[in-house]
């Protein structure tokens, strides 16, 4: 889909009239950044996805209380990274609740119009007094370049920080869209990404940002999958704020929301724990969409799939096994299968391929997060059908054991 | 259950009248015995189920196909080790039926009444002369002590062979039930296991027999979950020919082909590609069997569940997390969990433990397959309900990453 979007620096902060800041209040024992706060713009609606999970932290359920109560207003958001504050109980919703009472003192707002986002290990509460001695500096620190010390302050196991921002002229004025994203392990969002903030300023109505928002999540972060696990923090929050925009530009502002977050959510996907490249699966000729893109998203989830990119290994019966297995009807003779330029299978059956040449297209594209050529794409066409749907994911390493055996001792 | 079984030597051909082999034709590089032969007594009924996967080999389809013409009846299966012949287009199902009309030649039996079971790399045809030249071989080589040999004869990445039989006397006579199977990776069966085979020499009507194995089913071979992947090719046949037994013997013959098939569905799962322990998750307190079922699966098939019990490390966020997206509706205030003796969470909240002493638990429960006390035991009480299920997995380790990393190149 061609868009009128660019990429431009300044992520969150972008947007016109958004502050941000990313501060270290000590809750990490790593002695990392661990404080983001966003304000936005009086006025500012706000989009919210969260978990599908029937295990929520406190602060999903407050988010989620806030947006509905207030018909998708909202002014700020905290984010602590190091205890996500999920399984802590009653005690769990009180220090959500005291949390958001003390920034709104801050920064004049009322209570209901801060929100929180936690992320870090399950059943740990906040250390809440030294959350709460770290507020005045964060607050201090709000400013219109803040964008990339929330970004760095949001993560936990990511190796790398996650923003975008992109500009387009709408109808004679200029548009920004902001975004950053944190995730690694425990991704396999439903409704939402571990966690997730974007900007905008232009103005739209709640109800269309909302709508808005909820295709942009489908096409992105809930097409993404790193080990299967949906996590019980997942939310995504999306601000507008500014002069309304004509509904005649609804189309092209929606096409810059989900290019922000097809970027976060690929970046989410590439700084997968212990991931030595992007698996991209796309699928063409389904019968409609959502066939196409649960077909996507088991293919890319498979460990076996997983293991073989590791092993940089073109062992293609494994990809239309997890195909088979989706829970979509399809005709096995007339599939079609591409690993990168090289063609496996046509009709339901084998072809004869230069298997190292094969091998030869996953080593190459083993160079690393963030190149160009990370990339492993698998292309699969289930027939004749109009519809296509792509998810994105990594390769399962030894690595990604062993972060994961030794994660909380 | 209380059950009148006892366990006794001999596999597959410990009840009466069945005859197996097991030999090497050479179909696998290793060496390694790769034909396995059962044949059962005239007028022998069996039982069937296989993969719901849409992917599935032409042995799969040629089983399914030949059982229901036939009403439930068979006399022989063939296992070839080495191929899957899946996704081997038209000349995957000539194969099967080139090898089941030689196999019935040479046993005087008509095609119809031979099955086949293939195991492997999927889109790889068998070498079929290879294969028909080991057939006089191995059908010479059918005897009633041939249990073992055929127990090895269908293992592919396994490290260990899986039987068992079980004898009772049921109404003052001797009644015998064996069983063999194999699996390691690519294991997450839905309606059977990889593969799995099973004898009686008790007499059944042949729509009972499919009932009882259906649920012994449901209870052993899909309740397991090494990887999350179902294969292409699982097949679980059972066989029961002798005395017609009398129906007030039916509950205790369900019992014992339960134990049998719950046996071989957990030898699969503790030897699951890379595993160091078994992982056995119970469920009770649901409000019906079905979600009880999914939740204990789901739990056990979480690669951050899986990982953690690797690094012997007691991190129950990531259980109950597991569990809140199992899709199955429950009160997460209401939860409490046990790892082993050591109670981690009450009414959904999170206990003081000795974190020291639970993952001295865990780290003794590594002692090693086939040991008793390889087991680490979950148990999860999700509220009052009358309902219990459970599920079996094992870790997840660097092994399993560098086995099928590296599985075909």
Same mark, same amino acid.
């Given at each position: ?25 000590? @809750?990490? =024992?790593?002695?990392? %950044?661990?404080? /983001?706060? +966003?304000?936005?713009?009086? #006025? &500012?609606?706000? !989009? ?82 030294? @959350?709460? =001695?770290?507020?005045? %500096?964060?607050? /201090?620190? +709000?400013?219109?370049?803040? #964008? &990339?010390?929330? !970004? ?99 189309? &092209?502002?929606? !096409? ?99 298997? &190292? ?53």
């Amino acid at each position: 889909m061609p868009h009128p979007w660019t990429p431009i620096s300044g992520g969150l902060t972008a947007p016109a009239g958004f502050l941000a800041a990313g501060t270290t209040a000590g @809750l990490k =024992a790593s002695g990392k %950044p661990d404080l /983001a706060l +966003l304000l936005a713009p009086e #006025g &500012a609606v706000c !989009a919210g996805t969260f978990t599908t999970s029937l295990v929520r932290a406190a602060c999903v359920d407050l988010c989620a209380q806030r947006l509905a109560a207030s018909g998708g207003h909202a002014r700020a958001v905290l984010t602590n990274s190091g205890q996500a504050n999920a399984c802590t109980g009653a005690r769990g919703l009180a220090d959500s609740l005291t949390v958001t009472a003390a920034v709104a003192e801050r920064l004049n707002l009322a209570p209901e119009e801060v929100l929180i986002c936690s992320t870090g290990v399950i059943g740990v509460p906040i250390p809440m007094h030294t @959350l709460v =001695a770290g507020l005045d %500096p964060l607050v /201090a620190a +709000l400013s219109p370049e803040g #964008g &990339a010390a929330a !970004a760095q302050a949001i993560l936990t196991t990511d190796l790398i920080d996650k923003q975008i921002a992109l500009e387009a002229n709408l109808g004679g004025r200029t548009v920004r869209i902001g975004g950053m994203a944190k995730g690694s392990g425990m991704i396999h969002p439903a409704m939402a990404t571990m966690l997730g903030t974007l900007t905008c300023d232009a103005g739209v109505p709640a109800d269309v940002w909302q709508a808005m928002v909820s295709r942009a999540v489908d096409r992105s972060f809930n097409a993404i999958t790193v080990d299967g696990d949906t996590s019980t923090n997942d939310t995504f929050l999306a601000f507008a704020a500014g002069e309304l925009l004509g509904p005649e530009h609804f189309d &092209a502002l929606e !096409a810059g929301l989900t290019a922000v977050s097809q970027h976060l959510a690929k970046a989410i996907a590439r700084d997968g724990e212990g991931a030595t490249c992007l698996l991209e699966v796309q699928v063409e000729g389904a019968a409609d969409e959502a066939g196409a893109r649960a077909i996507a998203r088991t293919v890319c989830g498979s460990s076996l799939v997983k293991c073989a990119v590791h092993g940089r290994d073109p062992n293609w019966g494994r990809i239309v096994a997890a195909a088979g297995r989706a829970g979509v009807l399809f005709d096995p003779n007339a599939v079609a299968l591409w690993l990168g330029d090289h063609q496996l299978m046509a009709a339901g059956q084998p072809l004869a391929f230069d298997r &190292a040449a094969a091998s030869a297209y996953l080593r190459e594209r083993a160079a690393g997060a963030y190149l160009q050529d990370d990339t492993v794409q698998i292309r699969l066409q289930m027939g004749a059908g109009p519809a296509t749907g792509v998810a994105w994911g990594c390769d399962l390493s030894d690595q990604y054991v062993r972060i994961n055996a030794d994660y909380t001792t």
